[in-house]
Antibody
């Protein structure tokens, strides 16, 4: 079964850090781009970042540039999002998604909740 | 602000046809993809490319595009189609992805 499972969410204080993980299974992880997408409570979807197959290309939405780092470990079939200098506005459910190179996000995880609050 | 614009809410009578639109300059160059999201659930891809449906998506869902506007059409809407729908495409730079603000579909 093709599956993505996120983990690592939780409650963190403003200015703190958190590392999200996404474990992939059921497909050849190393041949796909991957993305992180978030959704603040009661709001719409927002693309956050993506990474190409070997990690040599990474792109970020302007609001997280310089604070978040996307990475991957193809040997472990895993995607990561290191989130630093967290702000209240980063509070959201974070989804990882398989990225068909700008065509579509065809597989999604169930999401992990990140709450930034003092 | 989003570079893709959607109407916030649309309603349709049960069994009728509804079109949900998405406007943006990047749609003149790139196709849109469409996602259905029900409360408490992850989004699900329903349309991508010119008018492709993933396996398991009913054929009452279709897509089209003209100029700077992409459309998702549901022909014969069912109660289970009530959900939020989001379009997505590349931005004008081609490197980033962008979502529309979403359309809440109510089936009456």
């Amino acid at each position: 079964e093709v599956q993505l499972v996120e983990s690592g969410g939780g409650l963190v204080q403003p200015g703190g850090s958190l590392r999200l993980s996404c474990a992939a299974s059921g497909f050849t992880f190393s041949v796909y781009w991957m993305s992180w997408v978030r959704q603040a409570p009661g709001k719409g979807l927002e693309w956050v970042a993506n990474i190409n197959q070997d990690g040599s290309e990474k792109y970020y939405v302007d609001s997280v540039k310089g604070r978040f780092i996307i990475s991957r470990d193809n040997a472990k079939n895993s995607l990561y999002l290191q989130m630093n200098s967290l702000r209240a506005e980063d509070t959201a459910v974070y989804y990882c998604a398989r990225d068909l190179t700008g065509i579509a996000f065809d597989i999604w995880g169930q999401g992990t909740m990140v709450t930034v609050s003092s | 602000s989003s570079e893709l614009t959607q109407d916030p809410a649309v309603s349709v009578a049960l069994g009728q046809t509804v079109r949900i639109t998405c406007q943006g300059d990047s749609l003149r160059t790139y196709y849109a993809s469409w996602y259905q999201q029900k409360p408490g659930q992850a989004p699900v891809l329903v349309i991508y490319g010119k008018t492709n449906r993933p396996s398991g998506i009913p054929d009452r869902f279709s897509g089209s595009s003209s100029g700077n506007t992409a459309s998702l059409t549901i022909t014969g809407a069912q109660a289970e189609d009530e959900a939020d729908y989001y379009c997505n495409s590349r931005d004008s730079s081609g490197n980033h992805r962008v979502f529309g603000g979403g359309t809440k579909l109510t089936v009456l």
